[in-house]
């Protein structure tokens, strides 16, 4: 939470030193290529594939044969990625010409997103080591710092972004990419320490291809594209909206990095606290207490994500408007943006619950079923933003990442269902329609309210914010009182079940 707040602080100030226009656009494509991967190998593939084979050296051999298994892991994916990155960086040129292919149209704009790439793209060697590192804490129960190491790069590109707008620095699109660049180096050495203090740091030494890495890399590949079809449409659709006009591409930025919130506070950490469980138990042939553990996140992610739904289709414009509209993001920016994060919402169930799906494939070593729904799901987002895009716009592109995102949990729980590894319990199935009615109430509520206070949102900046914040602090508490009076689900319970157990 801390980290996707200071996120929220470093986009409201890119918005108000930068607005949304040619240099934003630049930036945020430039900003995409280490991101995207820090979401597919943080949050997607390390966290697939390494997490279970860590867990089972563990259990099996003990820390010392772990312990050797990561250091062979990363040694590997250090030389691989060293190499991947000196040549993304020299090839930067062609590799945006046909990811961001709109951009050509404009040479000044497609010569600075280059630039911008090439220097931010060595984010990404750092950010595969620390996707291990933090792989390794999560397997041993330790959470918090692979999830507060973000706050570093938020930390740093704030500092830079105050220095921009106090004009103590030019050209804060430089800064910003230097700044993300930094933050990984800074963001590795903070999980070298952590993992150190917890006495599991690995050593370096020649790279070898030994069976068990061999079989995680197997495992890994395919992890890739299965564990971040979400952020792998998001990349399709920059490439699309790249053809639009300029602030396409930032629209759909700031749209997705306020969807983000939920996303990361509770599906990230729904999926990364559920795969070392499902691992064990199903190691230790407890297939009850397996099925019980998805059902319980399912019921959790659901019971924390459906508000969040309501609330950003409800009022997306009074969210953006306060959050962004000031300096260089104007009325029209905020309106743009509205519109597409609108549409984002419609999926953001969808986004959360594959967090806690994927696991049922993952704990079992499975990484090819999702890869293979990702491919199709990505085949289709493709297609349908072509389309609407036409019609919509930015919007239509953000449209279509929903779509497909509730076609891709759609396919992937039917084929664990038909395996026998996931059955909807009696609870769960008590606990979704009345979890749906009280937050389609909320969410009216909500829309009322917003078309009431509609007319002071641009009046003055402080009662702006304050009006929304009532409004949501007042749409949380209705919320959970129809979740208590409709019994959708025991708060207690699940205050307990959050709660982390003391040993």
Same mark, same amino acid.
Request: glycine share 8%; proline share 4%; aromatic share 10%.
């Given at each position: 939470? #801390? ?13 108000? *030193? ?13 900003f ?16 697939a ?12 051999? #003990?820390?010392?044969?772990?312990? /050797? ?14 190499a ?14 046909v990811?961001?292919r709109?951009?050509?149209e ?7 997103? *280059?630039?911008?790439? /090439? ?7 750092f950010?595969?080591i ?12 330790? $959470? ?16 830079? !972004?105050?220095l921009?707008?106090f ?8 800064? !910003? ?5 930094l933050?990984? =180096? ?33 495992l ?10 979400v ?16 602030? %396409? ?13 939920? !996303?990361? *506070?509770?599906?990230?950490a ?11 138990q199903l190691?230790a ?16 992610s ?8 309501? @609330? ?10 306060v ?7 104007d009325? +029209? ?8 994060l /609108? ?27 999702? *890869?293979?729904?990702? @491919? $199709? ?5 493709? &297609? ?5 895009? /036409? ?7 953000a ?13 992937l729980?039917?084929? !664990?269902?038909r395996r026998? +590894? ?9 606990a979704?329609?009345?979890?749906l009615? %009280? ?26 914010? #304050? ?15 129809? &979740? ?5 689900a ?5 205050k =307990? ?7």
């Amino acid at each position: 939470m #801390g980290s996707r707040i200071l996120g929220f602080v470093r986009d409201l100030m890119i918005a108000n *030193v930068l607005g949304a226009g040619m240099v934003t656009d630049a930036f945020f494509m430039a900003f995409k290529f280490p991101n995207l991967f820090r979401r597919l190998f943080g949050e997607g593939a390390m966290n697939a594939a390494f997490v279970p084979l860590y867990t089972k050296k563990l259990e099996e051999e #003990g820390p010392i044969a772990a312990k /050797q298994f990561a250091g062979d892991v990363a040694s590997v994916l250090l030389t691989f990625m060293l190499a991947f990155t000196l040549l993304s960086m020299w090839g930067m040129p062609w590799i945006l010409s046909v990811v961001a292919r709109g951009f050509l149209e404009n040479q000044i704009k497609f010569d600075l997103t *280059v630039a911008l790439a /090439q220097i931010t793209f060595p984010y990404l060697l750092f950010m595969v080591i620390a996707a291990l590192l933090s792989g390794m804490l999560n397997s041993i129960g330790k $959470f918090w710092a692979a999830a507060a190491a973000p706050i570093i790069l938020n930390i740093i590109l704030i500092t830079g !972004l105050l220095l921009a707008f106090f004009n103590i620095i030019t050209m804060p699109e430089y800064m !910003l990419a230097y700044g993300v660049a930094l933050a990984g =180096a800074a963001q590795f050495l903070f999980l070298v320490l952590a993992c150190h203090n917890s006495d599991i740091m690995i050593r370096l030494w020649w790279p070898r291809l030994t069976p068990n890495v061999k079989y995680m890399l197997t495992l890994m590949a395919p992890g890739v594209l299965g564990a971040g079809v979400v952020q792998i449409n998001v990349l399709v659709g920059d490439f699309l909206a790249s053809h639009l006009g300029d602030g %396409s591409v930032s629209y759909l930025y700031y749209a997705d990095r306020v969807n983000q919130l939920p !996303l990361g *506070v509770i599906g990230v950490a729904v999926g990364i606290a559920l795969l070392p469980l499902l691992t064990r138990q199903l190691r230790a042939g407890d297939d009850g207490a397996a099925m019980d553990s998805c059902n319980r996140s399912l019921e959790i992610s659901l019971l924390l994500t459906l508000p969040a739904t309501a @609330a950003l289709i409800a009022i997306p414009w009074p969210i953006v408007s306060v959050l962004f509209e000031r300096g260089s993001f104007d009325s +029209h920016a905020a309106i743009m943006t509205a519109n597409a994060l /609108q549409a984002y919402a419609i999926g953001l169930p969808a986004y959360v619950l594959v967090k806690a799906i994927s696991p049922g494939f993952f704990a079992r070593e499975d990484t090819k079923t999702p *890869v293979k729904v990702a @491919a $199709f799901t990505v085949i289709m987002n493709i &297609v349908l933003a072509s389309i609407l895009m /036409q019609i919509w716009a930015h919007v239509g592109i953000a449209l279509a990442t929903a779509i497909t995102s509730w076609v891709n949990v759609l396919f992937l729980t039917v084929i !664990l269902v038909r395996r026998g +590894h996931y059955k909807m319990d009696a609870r769960l199935c008590h606990a979704i329609p009345r979890l749906l009615t %009280s937050a389609i109430i909320m969410g009216l509520a909500l829309w009322i309210a917003g078309v009431w206070v509609d007319r002071f949102i641009h009046d003055n900046a402080l009662l702006s914010t #304050g009006i929304l914040a009532l409004m949501i602090i007042g749409s949380t508490i209705v919320y959970f009182c129809l &979740v208590h009076i409709t019994g959708a689900a025991n708060l207690r319970e699940i205050k =307990a079940m959050l709660r982390r157990r003391k040993s």
